[in-house]
């Protein structure tokens, strides 16, 4: 009783410390509010209709299988990390370790990355099918959309390798320098081990976003529902989903293939903070 | 008389438009310890850091002057890999490795080329017993070496210098970060140490200085204000401003 009236004594003298106390629980629950009410609504319609023949070895038109699109999916995700993974640690590689601070190429280098990771997808994807599609002539196929998507997450895993290596202790690099190693020799036993999880948990982002991407594979890969190799249209989950609600005869299906998706995308943020956690861990 | 282990002559250091040494002409002769004392920012830490280049890694940072270990020029006629194992540096802060003890002790050796196991197990025993540490670590060689204590992490820091088989050690106050009985062993070290190696140290600690070192050099605003024997800095100063400084009055 004492510490309520505490309370209220000091929200009578600082009348604007209980308002905000107020605005921040109305934020608190209308967030955590409206998360639980996307993902009830993604069950409640969903599971119902998650049924054995959604995922039948073939599509048709009847059964609505999303296995194929499951598989190319899986492929989509790692062509597309086999692209930009190693490009994008390398790059960051080169920004963290090689180049000169306030160097006028790394400043451009930074500034583009912040640009293309503001840019909507919806961008890339119509870039992709220019230059990827069109000018190259790999037609709708999963390699233009895995080259997309690769230049799509690249921002995103050189901000996260970068962070990831500017975490590793400068001492230890003096420490092996110190000892008469090289560069070579100093970032890839020295500097990348500590940062192997959080750049991991950067890629795991990317593999989030290369999953839940519609709009920059719609003009690149395409739409086709069967079993696709890299020169060959082929539609992921989500472009299936998008697919089928947007010809509104199997919403049911639909919200079952968004069940599935939900529960891969939660799948791999866990896998993100699971990775993250070990990242604090090295640290100690 | 004898040609000094490190020499250097006219010296000047510049951090972008900062001047951080100035016209520094010094002579370290060999199987000695020889301290450098003086206030925070004097340039002390920045010269030693020069003795094995680590300053290239310090962007903006330009040295002209002569600088030599036995007669050749370390920043013209040796290979900077070269350079630094002969010339080790142990760190103000201990900075092992995130890897177990052997591997932090071995890392040295691999890196110059050796990958024997019979070799490099003789290496990780003799440098941690030269260190005075081998006792506490040699149950555990396997395991993290960050699992030790500041202390003995320090000291394993200068098994690893060692193991690398230098003929100078530089040390950058050692012993700042570490309890008064763990220095008491870092200095123990270094005194015996000093039979076969050439010790630079830096310090703040000016009974530190006296205890262990032969030599002394007194820095101020990046100048050397007086350099000669310890005993001779601390009982007979020539400088009106290392008396001040040794007896207390600034810095």
């Known amino acids: 009783m004492s510490v309520m009236s505490d309370k209220m004594r000091t929200y009578r003298s600082h009348p604007m410390s209980l308002v905000f106390n107020i605005l921040t629980k109305i934020a608190v629950t209308l967030t955590i509010g409206i998360f639980v009410l996307i993902v009830g609504y993604v069950i409640i319609k969903g599971v119902p209709y998650l049924k054995p023949s959604l995922f039948s070895a073939n599509y048709t038109s009847d059964n609505c299988s999303m296995l194929p699109a499951i598989a190319n999916t899986f492929i989509m995700l790692l062509a597309a990390l086999v692209i930009a993974a190693p490009l994008g640690i390398f790059c960051a590689v080169y920004l963290v370790e090689y180049a000169k601070k306030g160097n006028r190429f790394v400043r451009l280098i930074r500034l583009t990355t912040e640009t293309l990771s503001g840019i909507p997808s919806i961008v890339y994807g119509l870039f992709g099918n220019m230059f990827f599609v069109l000018a190259l002539n790999w037609k ?112 049911n299906e639909a919200s079952a293939t968004a069940v599935v998706l939900l529960v891969v995308v939660l799948l791999l943020n866990g896998l993100a903070s699971l990775a993250a956690k070990k990242l604090s861990k090295g640290g100690n | 008389m004898t040609q000094p282990k490190l020499q250097v002559k006219n010296c000047d250091l510049f951090y972008g438009d900062f001047q951080a040494l100035k016209n520094i002409d010094l002579e370290i002769q060999e199987k000695e310890i020889t301290a450098f004392i003086g206030p925070s920012g004097c340039g002390k830490s920045t010269l030693l850091k020069s003795l094995n280049r680590m300053n290239d890694l310090v962007e903006g940072c330009k040295i002209t002057g002569e600088f030599t270990l036995d007669g050749v020029n370390i920043y013209k006629d040796m290979e900077i890999t070269e350079l630094r194992k002969r010339v080790g540096m142990v760190f103000q802060k201990p900075n092992l490795f995130p890897m177990s003890i052997y591997d932090n002790i ?64 530089l040390m950058d106050e050692p012993t700042s970060a570490l309890d008064p009985i763990s220095t008491i062993k870092i200095e123990e070290l270094a005194s015996e140490l000093k039979k076969n190696y050439t010790i630079v140290i830096v310090t703040h600690n000016m009974q530190q200085a006296t205890r262990i070192s032969d030599k002394t050099a007194f820095f101020l605003h990046g100048e050397i204000v007086e350099f000669d024997d310890t005993h001779t800095i601390f009982s007979n100063p020539k400088e009106h401003k290392t008396l001040e400084y040794i007896t207390g009055r600034f810095g």
């Open chain 1, 140 to 251: 709708l196929s999963m390699l233009s959309g895995a080259c997309t998507l690769a230049i799509m997450v690249l921002p995103l895993i050189i901000r996260s390798t970068e962070e990831a290596l500017k975490s590793v202790d400068d001492s230890f690099r003096e420490g092996s320098y110190g000892l008469g190693a090289g560069k070579l020799r100093t970032i890839f036993v020295i500097v990348l081990p500590p940062a192997i999880s959080g750049i991991l948990s950067g890629v795991i982002l990317a593999m989030g976003r290369i999953f839940g991407e519609t709009a920059a594979l719609i003009y690149t890969a395409g739409t086709v529902a069967k079993y696709a190799g890299l020169s060959d249209s082929g539609r992921t989950l989500a472009i299936h989903m998008y697919s089928l609600s947007n010809e509104g005869l199997h919403m």
């Open chain 2, 106 to 169: 071995a890392y040295g050796p691999r890196t110059h080329g050796i990958k024997k196991k019979a070799e490099l197990d003789e290496i990780v025993e003799t440098t941690l017993k030269q260190a005075c540490v081998w006792d506490e670590t040699k149950d555990r060689l396997k395991k993290s070496a960050l699992g030790m204590s500041g202390g003995q992490q320090q000291r394993i820091c200068i098994a690893r210098a060692l193991a690398v088989k230098p003929e100078v050690l």
